[in-house]
């Protein structure tokens, strides 16, 4: 891909060591796009997420609508929606309806198999492709909880599969307290490469 800008719903903003892992799909064909700040899928810096509006430069949220410059596609085999940024800084343009929702879930079988991970050795060899690494999917019997260990987690079941998720979403405790608002929506993530696994996580909570 050359250099170009594109418009994208931002889905998340999550926690990546420390820093945030950003992703949205783009307003015409609803394709996932997760910007990155090196080939090999590097977190953004909080300066590289934000976005400038009217009213100045800010943290770049979910629902946005935003439009970010990116410089070349950079897939990695557990992560294909991977582009690289350029330099410029993102524009804000107006926030996506909450009922809006809907219309860019995601409709896989299941997320990537059962369990909370995948190894790496099998996306490595070829025995499972990823061909999409982020989902927005419409769940039922979500629970937000916290693990013994003061660990963020979701339980949930997605397609007649259970599944019990690490959550990395910023908002987490805040919904934790206050669960009226939540629409029981996800957005999941398959991470990178961690101790011969990739992780399924949850990126945000709507």
């Not at 897939?75 to 940024?85: C, K, M, R």
């Not at 919904?175 to 939540?182: E, H, N, P, R, T």
């Amino acid at each position: 891909m050359n250099q170009q800008s594109i418009q994208t719903v931002i889905f998340a903003n999550s926690i990546k060591h420390g820093q945030h892992c950003v992703a949205g799909k783009t307003l015409d064909g609803k394709h996932w796009v997760r910007p990155v700040s090196d080939r090999c899928g590097k977190e953004l810096t909080h300066s590289q997420a934000k976005c400038r509006n009217p009213h100045g430069t800010f943290n770049v949220k979910p629902l946005q609508k935003v439009t970010i410059g990116l410089s070349a596609h950079a897939p990695l085999i557990n992560q294909p929606e991977n582009y690289l940024i350029d330099d410029s800084i993102w524009q804000q343009n107006f926030t996506l309806g909450g009922n809006n929702i809907v219309n860019y879930l995601d409709h896989p079988s299941d997320l990537w198999g059962k369990g909370d991970r995948v190894r790496y050795a099998t996306i490595d060899s070829g025995q499972l492709v990823i061909s999409q690494s982020l989902y927005l999917v419409q769940v039922t019997n979500l629970t937000l909880y916290l693990s013994p260990f003061k660990k963020r987690r979701a339980s949930f079941t997605y397609n007649g599969y259970g599944y019990d998720l690490p959550v990395t979403d910023p908002s987490f405790d805040a919904l934790f307290q206050d669960k009226s608002a939540i629409k029981g929506i996800l957005c999941i993530s398959l991470g990178e490469e961690y101790e011969g696994n990739c992780f399924k996580l949850v990126a945000t909570i709507f």
